[in-house]
């Protein structure tokens, strides 16, 4: 299978992690290594830091390289929804992507699939683009349950949305079991998940747009693997975490996948 010719993506998750000062210097320094790669104009760089520092953080990199994300959104408009941020407010503070579906949501706060499928609404209505990630546990994948789990996941998120909002959506496989953990699904095993995913997406519309459509893998990516899985044809770039917070590591993924992007 030859590697797809889809625009490679890159994002770096902060999680909750950073304070106000430690937030805008790493945001300055990547923003200064990403710059300095070549071809990083033909890569999708994002990161995703804690929403409280949206602001600051989005100041600090300017028009980028990288563009400014978040975390999360609400399922709401507007209202009494104390604590929540709705996609117009992210859209008012500059945000050009947003998560919707991580494992840390999905699995450690039980938001279901109806909850995820509103917030990827409403993130799109709102101009967002969207990273749904999608993705099995431990147990799920020793169960032989993990291509079933991930082709309900992606039904339930995508099933009767417009095929025009596509190029706004990227997907990320994330396996449960490898985030934050240091354990990496072997390259074999991503691709094959990325596979049954855009099977599904085929099923749902068709191979064309299955084909185009950008499946990125997240699952303790680090400097030192990102080239292999970059190099699957199946695996379109990454959504990085702890890697995220070092300026070095992230730089040296930003260079992998800048590297998928030379061969497209």
Known sequence: MPATTNRPFLG????????LASAVELA???HAALSAIPLASKVDLVVFPPACYLQAVGRAIGHGPPSLGA??????LDGAFTG???GAMLDDLGCGWVLVGHSERRHGIGES???LRTKLERALAAGLKVVLCVGETLAERE???ARSVLVGQVRAG???LDRGVFGSLVLAYEPVWAIGTGRTARAEDAAEAHRWIREEVADLYDPGLAAATRVVYGGSVTAENAAELFSRPEIDGGLVGGASLKVDSFAAIGRAAAS???HG
């Open 71 to 76: 975390q999360d959104l609400s399922a709401h």
């Open 84 to 86: 929540q941020v709705s």
């Open 28 to 30: 300055e320094e990547v």
């Open 143 to 145: 169960g032989g349950h």
């Open 158 to 160: 995508l099933s009767g």
């Open 260 to 262: 998928r992007a030379s």
């Open 12 to 19: 770096g998750n902060w999680k909750m992690n950073l304070r």
């Open 113 to 115: 699939n109806a909850v």
